[in-house]
């Protein structure tokens, strides 16, 4: 369905008013964090449904925030046009979207209620719900799925003709209706013209003392109104998350879903099932990922290898180039045919144009190197920027920090040479085509094309070891 139904039903004029119901506390998570702000593949699971509803057809998204309001709002600061709405007390779904009618039944239309803690759902599932709910003219429409094991789900319950009949908590069922499969999976389409009324009808008469927004079906339906029902065609969709096992299958889920599709574009995952490639990461063609990497919300260009254990965020990487074994890499931008690792630490602000090296051990912060540069060994490169064909020897060292509250800046210019042990105490410039010896700890600038040394002359004392060694054993 996707972009194309989207389309259809904006033509059809359903442009629901969406609330997200986000203000639980999550009790059986055992944690002081929102439920809805628990991560699911690195991301608080609110969030995949926040785009899930930015996607879809709208007039308008609500969040209904209450347990960790300012944890919410804060996490929620990168979506635009959200309005926020307080549930005091935690009395039900009912009672949530009940906070929202002042500011939508004048606006009339259509009003979608989405759960913050249902990850899995996909937009061409709501697609169909609205389809179905507009073609139908419906006061409502459920969306349902089949589950082998249904216990703790509403049930949808339906007639001798198999229509709907009514949704009966699964607390409050009874023997024969706690076996039906078909279940509540907690998402709805309502028509607003008699659904807002309805909702200022429901009572708290059940188990719970809660306010069901599932009463609402009963009252319209009961009032002459349609309901209709659309099932889902993958029940694990409407996984919702309570504990912390239920988050750990919804991740293992997601993961599995995105590693497949990225391998029908021609990526190889050398272990599926050790590997984890967020929603937001984007990689091309022939790109390897071996055992153990993290893809974070990364961007891997065609031919891209990253070997076992290594770790990628927010970063780009240019084509044909090898992350390799055990690097982390964090808000960097790599370019063509790079060579990075095995076990280095690329820090943020981090550039690379193409043909660099970056070898075993080596550490860069806020940094660029110019094309064909390397660091091939055991160095440390902080607020620096170096130009093309430059070679920094083993152990070269910026220092750039003095105590105080700024970090100074090397330039170390194109084809320059710094040999294996050199120091730059910043602020320096090494001028174009420069030599720097071993062992030098440079603290002023270098001209272009000169040799800079500042090692102490060699001393050679004559049989200063042995008569040492003599000393040592008379004394034992």
């Given at each position: 369905?996707g ?5 259809k ?30 991560k699911?593949?690195y991301?608080?699971?609110l ?10 057809p ?17 996490a ?14 935690q009395l039900?779904t ?8 002042d ?23 709501i ?5 179905k ?8 429409t ?9 216990k703790g ?20 069922c009874?023997?024969?209706e ?53 099932t889902?065609?993958?029940a ?9 096992m239920?988050a750990?299958d ?5 993961r599995?879903?995105?590693?497949l599709?990225?391998?029908?574009k ?8 050790g ?20 893809i ?26 090898v ?8 808000r ?10 095995p ?13 660099v090296k970056i ?16 660091a091939?060994h ?19 060292i910026?220092?750039?920090f ?13 084809e ?18 420069a ?14 094309d000169?040799?800079a ?5 060699q ?6 070891a042995?008569?040492?060694?003599r ?5 034992e």
């Open positions: 369905m972009a194309g139904l989207s389309v039903l904006t033509t059809m004029g359903i442009r629901p008013h969406i609330v997200i119901l986000a203000a639980g506390q999550g009790k059986r998570m055992y944690s002081d964090l929102p439920k809805v702000l628990h699911v593949l991301r608080p699971m969030h995949y449904v926040l785009d899930l509803a930015q996607e879809l709208h007039e308008t998204i609500s969040l209904i925030v209450g347990h960790g309001e300012e944890q919410v709002r804060a929620c600061k990168d979506y635009a046009g959200i309005g926020f709405f307080r549930q005091e007390k039900g009912g009672h949530a979207v009940l906070t929202t009618r500011f939508l039944k004048p606006k009339g239309g259509s009003v979608l209620v989405l759960s913050g803690d249902v990850p899995l759902l996909k937009q061409n599932s697609e169909a719900l609205l389809a709910h507009v073609q139908s003219k419906a006061a409502a459920v969306l349902t799925a089949q589950l082998p094991l249904p789900y509403g049930r949808i319950l339906r007639d001798a003709k198999g229509q709907f009949s009514e949704i009966r908590e699964d607390a409050d009874g023997e024969q706690r076996a039906v499969m078909e279940v509540n999976a907690g998402i709805y389409c309502f028509d607003g013209s008699v659904f807002w009324d309805a909702l200022a009808k429901v009572t708290p008469a059940n188990k719970q003392g809660e306010f069901y927004l599932t009463d609402v079906i009963a009252l319209l339906r009961t009032g002459g109104g349609v309901v209709q029902t659309s889902l065609n993958d694990f969709q409407m996984m919702g998350i309570n504990d912390r239920a750990a919804v991740e293992g889920r997601l599995a879903e995105i590693n599709e990225w391998m029908k021609g990526v190889t995952l050398e272990d599926p099932q590997t984890w490639i967020d929603a937001l990461s984007r990689l091309g063609r022939d790109v390897r990922i071996e055992s153990g990497c993290r974070l919300a990364t961007t891997l260009a065609d031919g891209v290898v990253v070997e076992s254990g290594s770790r990628i965020v927010a970063s780009e990487v240019g084509r044909g180039s992350i390799k074994q055990g690097s982390y890499i964090e960097s931008r790599i370019g063509t045919d790079c060579q990075v690792g076990y280095a630490h690329l820090r943020p602000e981090t550039s690379l144009a193409a043909r070898g075993n051990f080596v550490e860069l912060k806020k940094s660029s190197m110019g094309e064909g540069s390397k091939s055991l160095s440390y490169i902080g607020d620096a920027e170096i130009g093309k064909d430059v070679n920094l020897g083993c152990g070269f910026t220092c750039n003095d105590g105080g509250p700024k970090k100074h800046r090397t330039v170390i210019e194109d320059a040479f710094i040999g294996s042990d050199s120091q730059m105490v910043a602020p320096v410039t090494i001028g174009r085509g030599y720097v010896g071993s062992g030098s700890t440079i603290t002023k600038n270098v001209p272009a000169a040799l040394v500042t090692r102490a002359p001393q050679n004392r004559e049989g200063y042995a008569r040492l060694r000393r040592k054993k008379t004394s």
